[in-house]
T-cell receptor
Framework: DAGVIQSPRHEVTEMGQEVTLRCKPI?????LFWYRQTMMRGLELLIY????????DSGMPEDRFSAKMPNASFSTLKIQPSEPRDSAVYFC?????????????FGEGSRLTVL | QQQVKQSPQSLIVQKGGISIINCAYE??????FPWYQQFPGKGPALLIA?????SEKKEGRFTISFNKSAKQFSLHIMDSQPGDSATYFC?????????????FGRGTQLTVWP
């Protein structure tokens, strides 16, 4: 398996623009997570899905952020409008099951820079 | 509120030395404690994990020590190598809860000098 695939790897945009980050989880994994990583706050969980259903979105910073998982093989994280403070590396991760191992498989991340 | 507190923030060790990273938690319901390793430009990857029914787990040069009464756990890297230079995250979860999410520490940037 190719692992978790994220796109784009790098995104530079101007404040106010819409940003869409994409994720393809590992086939067969029931859980999908979106994390944001910054120097100041470390790894923050934004939202996670189980079987395509959002379970916990308490980490989504504000209404400008939205996430969807229309099917088991695709998820998006959208920021509209983007702001400079959204600059970070966004990771998608998937997991086969929550209980037994809890192992998260991370993608390589999407580095977002908002000017 | 930070569920898992990690220290130090950065660590410099000479090749062959021992690297020690410490974590503490408050939630006594946590029952799974993994460590993740992240190289620059990559996502974190699971390194080693422990459950609270054991006090120590060793995999090669990596050892987790767990102190349930003190609510602390640590990662020891023996004979540290330059290839170990990475950011290390401790984490904890309550797998029995409805949500069962992982809570990560802030990370420790380890540099091993050759």
């Amino acid at each position: 398996d190719a692992g978790v695939i994220q796109s784009p790897r790098h995104e530079v945009t101007e404040m106010g623009q819409e940003v869409t980050l994409r994720c393809k989880p590992i086939s067969g994994h029931d859980y999908l997570f979106w994390y944001r990583q910054t120097m100041m706050r470390g790894l923050e969980l934004l939202i996670y899905f189980n079987n395509n259903v959002p379970i916990d979105d308490s980490g989504m910073p504000e209404d400008r952020f939205s996430a969807k998982m229309p099917n088991a093989s695709f998820s998006t994280l959208k920021i509209q409008p983007s702001e400079p403070r959204d600059s970070a590396v966004y990771f998608c991760a998937s997991s086969p099951r929550r209980g037994a191992s809890g192992e998260l498989f991370f993608g390589e991340g999407s580095r977002l820079t908002v000017l | 509120q930070q569920q898992v507190k990690q220290s130090p923030q950065s660590l410099i060790v000479q090749k062959g030395g021992i690297s020690i990273i410490n974590c503490a938690y408050e939630n006594t319901a946590f029952d799974y404690f993994p460590w993740y390793q992240q190289f620059p430009g990559k996502g974190p990857a699971l390194l080693i994990a422990i459950r609270p029914d054991v006090s120590e787990k060793k995999e090669g040069r990596f050892t987790i020590s767990f102190n349930k009464s003190a609510k602390q756990f640590s990662l020891h890297i023996m004979d540290s190598q330059p290839g170990d230079s990475a950011t290390y995250f401790c984490a904890a979860s309550d797998r029995g809860s409805t949500l069962g999410r992982l809570y990560f520490g802030r990370g420790t940037q380890l540099t091993v000098w050759p």
